[in-house]
């Protein structure tokens, strides 16, 4: 009775962190063996999980995340946990799995496994798609995956995983890695897949749904998959006909693609894009065959490498992956489409950042959150994405690629923080007096919000700049000096105070008007 009120107080006590890190535990891989019917919404898994565990830096025991089945039977019920054919005294509380009785190893590495069945409130979403099939899609982020697995759901405990689903016969089934075998069964047909890659588990997935699928490879002979509803197989195999190409565009600009493979999967969940590794989810909707959703597959795809392979340490750090994200589909715009759609792109995106920021009183790096989905915002994505172009802006071209690309090869299959984002980008601009820079854009709330005023006498101008926001920012902005004989000069004004007044008087010739920012390369608002 002791034990177990001890373990009582614990759950209560642990519940408070359960969107953190569990101290201690390090998952090595997962094996979950999946078994779904028509007959119900129950799925029933048999589950292996292997880890390390420290006792002396982490709980009294191993703590694992799973949702306890509540009084509508939806939820999870585990029945037994096993290590080494030895039963294990266990508690589910709440979100949590207790283990009691493990015997215990010097190296610190165990092997357990886990029997449990239910209908998932979430995570695993099960229902119909917009033709009234029935369809089941993993949906994890940011912590769901614990409603359909046991797991440490964490973005920074990266793990294997093997998937070995069980289905009626008329599904087919699509996870994370690489396609083992498929076992044909009079009824039911059994896939197994395997991820030689560590991942996270907000990007752990299977699909399961009648789905049509066409195989491919790209230029750089990495195999992609098309998988769409049969009723929208015309439409879907056109729209993701632009997977290859966007893959090699950003293989050939960020480095090697990390995966087995990429599907790209017509599917019926919660966003309009979801980047699980190898195995990338879109809304039913996107895909309707008119190549609208062109830099929804860019964004995407960019997350194969941000976000998914190097991936934030924690949830204050989400504009890794998310601005990320944005910016490079912005650059994949400029390739593609040229300089005046990826300044449009620009600009509609310091339009969002400047609109949400309004109300939204957070740093880029927010550790004041509510609720993580509340990081799902223009600061995570447009804001992230300005302080990458920006960075740009002031480093040049070829010395933000070398950056970029280092910051991916250093931290590739890893986690990483937004500080050592910055420590690259420092350590390969030595006389950028980038730690400004990165301290006012990670931590600072809001942007530089500008009233200007100027005074044009012929030749001579005067232009004088107040940053009525708090706190102040120090920034470069460029003004763009026209002439009344066509001609045009641009100089570039280093603000760093709340009010800041340059003259130059005597060009020689007489000026007709300026314009501040010509080449959109700072976030603000002009008051």
Not at 220 to 240: A, H, I, M, Q, R
Request: glycine fraction near 6%; hydrophobic fraction near 40%; include cysteine.
């Amino acid at each position: 009775m002791k034990n177990l009120l001890l373990l009582f107080v614990f759950t209560q006590f642990i519940c408070v962190f359960i969107q953190g890190q569990i101290v201690g535990l390090d998952v090595k891989k997962y094996r979950i063996e999946l078994a779904v019917s028509d007959k119900s919404n129950e799925i029933v898994v048999s589950q292996q999980i292997d880890f390390k565990w420290a006792k002396s830096t982490g709980t009294p025991f191993p703590v694992f995340n799973l949702i306890q089945q509540n009084s509508d039977k939806k939820g999870m019920l585990v029945t037994a946990i096993t290590q080494d054919g030895k039963a294990l005294a266990f508690l589910q509380r709440n979100d949590s799995l207790y283990l009691k009785n493990m015997t215990l190893s010097k190296e610190n590495f165990y092997s357990i496994q886990i029997s449990f069945s239910g209908i998932p409130l979430d995570g695993l979403v099960i229902g119909e798609n917009k033709y009234g099939s029935r369809t089941m899609f993993g949906d994890n982020w940011p912590n769901r995956a614990q409603n359909w697995f046991v797991c440490h759901d964490h973005p920074s405990d990266k793990a294997l995983v093997d998937f070995i689903v069980t289905a009626p016969k008329h599904y087919e089934v699509v996870a994370n890695g690489k396609l083992i075998r498929k076992t044909e069964g009079m009824s039911a047909n059994t896939f197994e897949y395997a991820s030689s890659v560590p991942l996270s588990t907000k990007i752990m997935v299977v699909g399961i749904a009648e789905m049509k699928i066409k195989e491919q490879r790209n230029k750089d002979d990495v195999t992609l998959y098309s998988c769409v509803y049969p009723e929208n197989e015309k439409e879907g195999f056109y729209d993701f006909d632009l997977a290859p190409g966007i893959l090699a565009f950003y293989s050939a600009y960020f480095s090697p693609y990390e995966y087995e493979k990429l599907a790209n999967v017509q599917s019926t969940t919660r966003f309009g894009g979801m980047e699980n590794a190898g195995c990338i989810f879109y809304d039913e909707n996107s895909i309707n065959g008119t190549r609208s959703c062109e830099n929804l597959i860019a964004h995407e795809i960019v997350h194969q490498w941000f976000g998914n392979s190097a991936t934030e340490s924690d949830w204050p750090h989400i504009w890794l992956s998310e601005g990320f994200a944005t910016y490079f589909t912005n650059y994949y715009i400029q390739q593609t489409k040229g300089q005046v759609a990826f300044f449009k792109q620009m600009k509609q995106d310091r339009d969002k950042v400047i609109r949400f920021g309004n109300s939204y009183k957070h740093p880029l790096v927010d550790n004041t959150y509510d609720n993580l989905m509340d990081l799902l915002n223009p600061n995570s994505y447009q804001k992230g994405g300005w302080v990458l172009h920006m960075l740009r802006c002031k480093i040049g071209d070829e010395k933000f690629h070398e950056t970029i690309k280092a910051y991916y090869q250093k931290y590739r299959l890893g986690i990483a923080s937004s500080e050592d984002f910055a420590s690259i980008a420092i350590e390969l601009n030595p006389t950028a007096n980038l730690q400004v820079f990165f301290n006012q854009w990670f931590h600072q709330v809001g942007h530089p919000i500008l009233k200007i005023e100027k005074q044009i006498t012929k030749n001579d101008l005067t232009i004088e700049f107040s940053q009525i926001q708090q706190p102040l920012f120090t920034f470069p902005i460029s003004v763009d000096i026209l002439f009344q004989d066509g001609s045009h000069t641009i100089e570039t004004i280093e603000i760093s105070e709340k009010h800041s007044k340059w003259k130059i008087q005597h060009f020689d010739k007489a000026i007709q008007q300026i314009e501040i920012d010509p080449r959109v390369e700072l976030l603000f608002e002009l008051k």
